[in-house]
């Protein structure tokens, strides 16, 4: 069964917080982090969630009117038992659509070998490193998504 991707709603902000701890350990937003982001939640400023009767992963969107034309992917993730099913692209091909005749950015970690991976396969390129980015000292690559309308 393919889950839904739909909205975030309030209730799903349990789920989310602990999945991202989950996925990022000491770099996972705090509870106050997911409350300002659903605060923030409007055209500009989209979370969409992988649903199978359970949040098994989300994806948060920032539109422009921050920066015009450019859109960053803030966060992603999949829950790990539910990796390489699928999920990942499923959250990246609902996001993209939203990004039409836009540049898309994101940040990774530079050993996250199957992220760069997922990303390079929507057609993401390497741009630029952030040295040192991380909180464990690692860095991060800057990818770019460009497709015209």
Do not use: H, K
């Amino acid at each position: 069964m393919r889950p839904a991707i739909r909205a975030a709603r309030a209730d799903d902000q349990p789920a989310l917080v602990a999945l991202d701890e989950l996925c990022f350990g000491p770099e996972a937003w705090s509870t106050v982090g997911w409350s300002d982001e659903f605060e923030r939640v409007s055209e500009d400023r989209v979370i969409l969630v992988a649903d199978e009767g359970a949040v098994v992963g989300y994806v948060v969107l920032l539109l422009p009117p921050v920066v015009e034309d450019v859109v960053e992917v803030l966060r992603i993730a999949v829950a790990p038992d539910e990796r390489r099913t699928g999920i990942g692209g499923q959250l990246m091909t609902a996001a993209l659509e939203r990004c039409a005749g836009r540049t898309v950015l994101l940040e990774v970690a530079l050993s996250n070998e199957s992220a760069r991976g997922l990303y390079a396969g929507f057609g993401f390129e390497e741009i630029s490193r952030r040295r040192g980015y991380y909180g464990d000292g690692e860095d991060a690559v800057i990818m770019r998504w460009r497709i015209d309308e």
